[in-house]
């Protein structure tokens, strides 16, 4: 029987088309319908991701990897105590511990790493990338993705900041009246008007599910080759159940990037999105002709039809969630879009300053 590695050699003999198209002609294998000589290097994220598309941009202008760019970008927010969405000082789950999910993907080299349910470690984004570069696995999790972590030479931290516990706190005496927890008005920490949304910062901005908080980074970029890279990173869904992962590193859902079309990422209500296969049908609808804009919106509308769910539909019978796609297209194109209005994405595009951009949407938001 052939080897992986024999496979891997006779492909690159052959040409990768051949290999795996069974003779069929490239033009029917999804070549890119979009493509330019020269492009412009570009990055979009979510909204919390301005300083990241700099930083993306900037790295691959100085002739860095597409991977590196995007994965330096979005360390920053990793490591930052304020940011309650994303690794260090990320919203922990029911039972207060912090549990990260995320995924890289590499376009030239095909190239797809991941974790899901990691504990204490600060940047799961990193830990994902060398998934892909010294494993044959995709998406390590739990245990062993802190272990492999452990091995690669990560330090092992407490990621729950005081910030963070104090709201897991307040969030477990609104829970019930029947517990022996005491409410948020008996302990002298209700807030009054009680949503308590204000100190929800920017996942609340991004990614709404009533008033619970969310929030994740995703951010894509690319170099003024054509070549697409692309990290998604969370603490995903606060107070979720212990062992949940969300759509943030599930390569397809959360993220997607095909070096010959485009990337795409996801914020907001992961079961949504991988119920929809989220940011694979992000870059298929581009691959198919679609703008960047055009592709997120009708992604969009399949999560629409897919909620059937009376517990998840508003009055109108719309989604009572939010989710955001952020997209570039193989030409630099770029576009972002939600379900509901008032959500912004980050761009930077090369020999500009970052700036937030409105995000398209299907439904306006009333008030
Ligand atoms: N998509 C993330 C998750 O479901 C959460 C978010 O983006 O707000 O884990």
Known sequence: MASRRDFLKTSAGVGVGAAVGLGK?????????????????????????????????????GGGDTLDAVIQGVNTVERDP???????????????????DSSVMHGPRRGAG????????????SVARDVMRYTDHVLLVGEGAQRFALSM??????????RSRRRWIDWRATMSDRDDYLTLEETGHAVPGSSRQED?????LDSHDGVRPQG?????????????????????????????????????AGLYVDNDVGACGSTGRGEAVIKTCGSHSVVELMRSGMSPTDACLEALRRIVTFTVEPRLRNEDGRPSFNVNYYAINKNGEYGGAAIWSGARFAVCVDGGDS?????AYLFERNG
């Open 216 to 252: 994740t980074i995703n951010c894509n970029v690319i170099d003024a080759a054509g070549d697409l890279s692309g990290v998604t990173t969370t603490s995903g869904l606060a107070w979720k159940v212990p062992g949940r992962v969300g759509d943030s590193p599930i390569v397809g």
């Open 153 to 162: 030479g990560y330090q092992l931290e407490d990621l729950l900041t005081e």
């Open 114 to 125: 991941a974790v899901a349910c990691i504990e204490g470690i600060k940047t799961p984004s």
């Open 355 to 359: 700036r937030h951009e409105d995000s």
């Open 82 to 100: 304020n940011d309650s969405s994303v690794g260090f000082g990320g919203l922990p789950n029911l039972d207060g511990v912090v549990q990260l």
């Open 25 to 61: 002609p490239a033009s029917l294998l999804g070549a890119p319908a979009i493509r330019r000589s020269a492009v412009t290097p570009v990055s979009v994220a979510s909204g919390n991701g301005l300083e990241s598309v700099a930083t993306a941009v900037s790295i691959v202008s």
């Open 200 to 204: 929800y910062g920017l996942g609340i």
